[in-house]
């Protein structure tokens, strides 16, 4: 198992920018494989981005394609989101998540097991 600690989010105005960093610790981070996922109230828990053990292949959704970047640092145990050209449609709950599943698994449906942050705030204003 292994705990993760997002941090990052907050208020940002439209066509802002904001990075995510979620931090790992209790097993080897390389041995795992790091989305971030996004939920708002009512809805379910959508994919956002997945990046792959030692950072050689990504995943993005559609609708943050060309606007957000997933990236991991093993040796600081850290995976990070960077957002711009944020929408008030990117308001959400983000979290993080390790699994030892495939990355690939992140983009199609979600890993069958994973540990999961807490979440952070993200709230883009109009």
């Known amino acids: 198992q292994v705990q993760l600690v997002e941090s990052g989010g907050g208020l940002v105005q439209a066509g802002g920018s904001l990075r995510l960093s979620c931090a790992a610790s209790g097993r080897t981070f390389s041995s795992y494989a790091m989305g971030w996922f996004r939920q708002t109230p009512g809805k379910e828990r959508e994919f956002v981005a997945a990046i792959s053990r030692y950072g050689s292949t990504t995943y993005y959704a559609d609708s943050v394609k060309g606007r957000f970047t997933i990236s991991r640092v093993n040796a600081k145990n850290t995976v990070y989101l960077q957002m711009n050209s944020l929408k008030p449609e990117d308001t959400a709950v983000y979290s993080c998540?390790?699994?030892?599943?495939?990355?690939?698994?992140?983009?199609?449906?979600?890993?069958?097991?994973?540990?999961w942050g807490q979440g952070t705030q993200v709230t883009v204003s109009s």
């Open positions: 998540a390790a699994s030892v599943a495939p990355v690939s698994s992140y983009y199609t449906g979600g890993p069958p097991t994973a540990d």
